[in-house]
């Protein structure tokens, strides 16, 4: 939806990250996604996912997925709280590393 309303196309074929969508692609086929062709900008926005057993993106699944894009882009703009450490909500928008490239 935030690619939508900002007009720019999601260079990814995955539309979201939440536990059903990891488990069901794979946690590293994501990432290798994500180097293929990585997005300018990530946007981390707070859910709590129990729903489908775990709680937060990074801490309760797919924490190698949030461990490369930390690796790979700094957070630019946080709306809010730090995302997925409290019930607080919160948005970070990362971009990514000049360093980076593409």
Known sequence: MINYLARRRNPLRYGNFNPHQVATFGEEAMIREFEARP?????????????????????????????????????VRRIGHEPFVSDAYGIDLLARHPSAGR
Not at 43 to 68: C, N, Q
């Open 39 to 75: 997005p300018d900008l990530v946007a981390l926005v707070h859910a709590d996912t129990s729903v489908f057993g775990v709680r937060f993106f990074g801490r309760d699944y797919a924490v190698k997925l949030a461990d490369w894009i930390h690796a790979h882009y700094d957070v």
